[in-house]
């Protein structure tokens, strides 16, 4: 694998998911053995701000980044391409970024350690919950899409939509619709039910 290649092994694939789970674990414990006991609610509203505004990063990276620039518009094509291949941000580039774009600006901002750390623990708990949500539109089972939630389901239908309509992008949302509908960059249930069944 090159630098400048998304596609990857599927024990590094792995290894991703894993140590953001170490990384969300071992911010979460920093904060246990830090923090003090007074100020545990301003942390948890701070995660919880940290993983709402995931949303909003998701997006704004998927449509204005992943579709609109160079040469992510163009590593982003070959998962268009190739939906069910290992192809992602390396694990290095992406801990990278949430490092100098949320961690150090939030120290900056907030002035505290634990405060950033409580802030990125939110961030980077939501690009967790992507990954692994963007990794069940791709490759579950047909013994496990019986099984799932109605509310998954949905995210997927909404997910092939993204990958079905070339004409116009749309559906940039992985998690959630909200930011979709926010900017005008949803299709209407009646015409996503249309489009499956003219495929």
């Known amino acids: 694998m090159s630098f400048y290649s998304i596609k990857h092994s599927k024990f590094a694939y792995r290894i991703d998911f894993a140590l ?8 979460a414990a920093f904060l246990l053995l830090t923090g003090s006991m007074e100020r545990w609610l301003e942390f948890v509203a ?3 701000a940290g993983f709402a505004s995931w949303t909003f990063i998701e997006y704004i990276l998927h449509r204005f980044v992943m ?3 160079r040469p992510f518009k163009q590593w982003h094509a070959q998962h268009h391409q190739q939906p069910t291949a290992i192809i992602y941000t390396p694990t ?4 990278g970024l949430f490092a100098t774009l949320v961690f150090l600006p939030a120290l900056i901002l907030l002035n ?10 939110g961030v980077v708990s939501g ?3 992507y990954s692994m949500l963007h990794h ?3 490759h579950s089972s047909r013994l496990a899409i019986q099984h799932q939630s109605a509310w998954l389901k949905r995210r997927k239908r909404w997910h092939a939509m993204h990958h079905q309509n070339t004409e116009k992008a749309s ?3 992985v998690t959630n619709g909200f930011w979709d509908h926010a900017f005008g960059s949803y299709l209407h249930p009646k015409k996503i039910r249309e489009r499956l069944v003219d495929k």
Request: net charge neutral; with cysteine.
């Open 171 to 173: 559906c940039f949302g």
């Open 92 to 95: 290095i580039v992406s801990m």
């Open 20 to 27: 953001y789970g170490v990384a969300i674990l071992t911010m």
């Open 46 to 48: 701070l995660a919880v």
């Open 112 to 121: 505290n350690v634990q405060s950033a750390f409580a802030l990125t623990l």
């Open 67 to 69: 579709h609109g620039l």
């Open 127 to 129: 690009y967790l919950f």
């Open 136 to 138: 069940a539109t791709h």
